[in-house]
């Protein structure tokens, strides 16, 4: 009687994984940044509309008085 054995060999491609998990990164980086100027931009338009209205009082009054029409 003839013993046969069978030997499987497997492979794993890491260099696959690897590169979605820096692609991922690179995408998150790019939203923080994104989101980082909008903020900064957001921010700096409230400061100058508090500014030329004369607070916040005359930043409130002024909107609504531009709803109302």
């Known amino acids: 009687m003839k013993t046969t054995t069978q030997n499987k ?3 794993s491609v890491n260099e696959n994984t690897q ?3 820096e692609l991922h990164k690179a995408g998150v980086t ?3 940044i994104t989101s980082l100027l909008l ?3 957001a921010v700096a338009c ?3 509309g508090i500014i ?3 607070g916040p ?3 409130a ?4 008085k531009a709803l109302i029409g």
């Not at 009054?61 to 609504?64: A, E, Q, S």
């Open 52 to 54: 030329a209205s004369g």
């Open 19 to 21: 590169s979605a998990v």
């Open 39 to 41: 903020g900064s931009w």
């Open 57 to 59: 009082v005359g930043l």
């Open 46 to 48: 409230m400061t100058a």
């Open 30 to 32: 790019t939203i923080s």
């Open 61 to 64: 009054t002024n909107y609504i």
């Open 9 to 11: 060999t497997r492979t």
